[in-house]
C-alpha cells in the first residue's frame, strides 16, 4: 500500500495541477519534485513516468499520479524488477496479475499478447489468488529481457 493516504495524493496532484486540467505533465513533475530534493534524476522521474502512463497521453491523472508516489517511495531504484513491480501494480495490491504483467510487458516492448499474459500467470503463479509475487515477477522480468 502506498504510505500516503488516497487524500493525500489528492492534495498534492491538485496542487501540481495548478491549471486544474486533471493532468500533470512530465515537466510539472520534474519542476515540482526538484523543488523539494535538489538531487533528484529528471531523467528517471520521465523514465517512470513513461512507464506508468497506462492511456499513453504524455500525462499523468490522479491514479496513474497515485502510481508514481507509490514506486517512488517503495521501489528499489537500483533494481529494475523492482521499478517495474511498483510501475506493474496499478492496485496497489503488493501482487501482480495478468493485466498488470500485460501493461507493463507491453511497456518494456515485449511482444506478449493478452492471452499469453494470462497462461504466463496462471503457470507460473505463486499466490493463493492467482497472482505473481515480487520474486516470481522478478524471475519473468528477466527471462523476458535477457
Ligand atoms: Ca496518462
Ligand atoms: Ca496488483
Redesign the pocket.
Known amino acids: 500500500m502506498p504510505k500516503l493516504s488516497q487524500s493525500a495524493i489528492r492534495s498534492i496532484f491538485k496542487a501540481l495541477d495548478s491549471e486544474n486540467t486533471g493532468?500533470v505533465s512530465p515537466q510539472q513533475m520534474v519542476a515540482q519534485l526538484q523543488k523539494m530534493d535538489h538531487k533528484i534524476d529528471g531523467e528517471h522521474v520521465k523514465f517512470l513516468m513513461d512507464m506508468?502512463?497506462?492511456?499513453?497521453?504524455?500525462?499523468?491523472?490522479v491514479h496513474?499520479f497515485g502510481v508514481f508516489m507509490n514506486v517512488y517511495e517503495n521501489a528499489n531504484h537500483k533494481v529494475p524488477a523492482s521499478v517495474f513491480f511498483y510501475c506493474a501494480d496499478s492496485d496497489f495490491s503488493g501482487t501482480i496479475c495478468h493485466k498488470e504483467l500485460f501493461e507493463i510487458l507491453k511497456k518494456l516492448e515485449i511482444n506478449v499478447t493478452e492471452a499469453q499474459s494470462k497462461q504466463i500467470t496462471n503457470i507460473l503463479s505463486d499466490n493463493k489468488d492467482g497472482t505473481l509475487s515480487y520474486q516470481m515477477f522478478e524471475r519473468i522480468i528477466e527471462l523476458f529481457t535477457k
Open positions: 493532468k506508468i502512463d497506462k492511456n499513453n497521453d504524455g500525462t499523468m491523472d496513474e
